[in-house]
């Protein structure tokens, strides 16, 4: 009955691969996100989706595809991956943040290291 | 560049004692938040203060906010053990789906 849980919680992979990220909210919320961390602790937006459109996309390279099939869920695909790309990735969510509804929900965050 | 600073960015501190971190910002903001995020783990939400508010309370959080100056602090008081973790700022715009995070202050608590 977790509320916002993402797998998997690590994945290490070579460069080059192509890999996924799964999220899944269960507290009916509009709004989810991607956030990366990197090894300083910097947490940087990525995407944001609205009822599976998406609102908000933070200069991201083209390798990194979201992808909402439904307002529950919330994945993302990484092509050709490079090993800038190793850092932790959260998944997140909120009700209504254009309501008034701004607290974020966080995932456990899946901890990737390209080799 | 929206993203807030942390200061200090690490703490350390004797349990029992008080904790403030505070957080600066650049452009006018509806609402900031703060989190708590423990090694290993996701950030959890502590408290939100919106733009029409100065000062609020949760517990032993204090936080206050000042638009003027663009920052606000965070104080925890009677420190405990298991209030070290890593503490950020959030701050919440007119486009409101977008959650800028500072870059964190580590807090550790001595025993």
């Known amino acids: 009955d977790t509320a916002v849980s993402q797998t998997p919680k690590y994945l290490v992979t070579q460069m080059g691969n192509d890999k996924s990220i799964k999220c899944e909210q269960n507290l009916g919320h509009d709004t989810m996100y991607w956030y990366k961390q990197d090894s300083k602790k910097f947490l940087k937006i990525m995407f944001s989706y609205n009822n599976k459109e998406l609102i908000i996309n933070e200069t991201v390279p083209n390798r990194f595809s979201p992808k909402s099939p439904d307002k529950a869920h919330l994945n993302l695909h990484i092509n050709s991956l490079e090993l800038g790309d190793s850092a932790v990735y959260f998944c997140a969510s909120s009700q209504s943040p254009n309501r008034g509804h701004e607290k974020l929900f966080f995932g456990s965050g899946t901890q990737l290291s390209v080799l | 560049s929206q993203q807030g600073e942390e200061d200090p960015q690490a703490l350390s501190i004797q349990e029992g004692e008080n904790a403030t971190m505070n957080c600066s910002y650049k452009t006018s903001i509806n609402n900031l938040q703060w989190y708590r995020q423990n090694s290993g783990r996701g950030l959890v939400h502590l408290i939100l203060?919106?733009?029409?508010?100065r000062e609020k309370h949760s517990g032993r959080l204090r936080v206050t906010l000042d638009t003027s100056k663009k920052s606000s602090s965070l104080l925890i008081t009677a420190s405990r053990a298991a209030d070290t973790a890593s503490y950020f700022c959030?701050?919440?715009?007119?486009?409101?789906?977008?959650?800028?995070f500072g870059s964190g202050t580590r807090l550790s608590i001595r025993p």
């Open positions: 203060i919106r733009s029409n508010e």
């Open positions: 959030a701050t919440g715009y007119s486009s409101a789906s977008k959650i800028i």
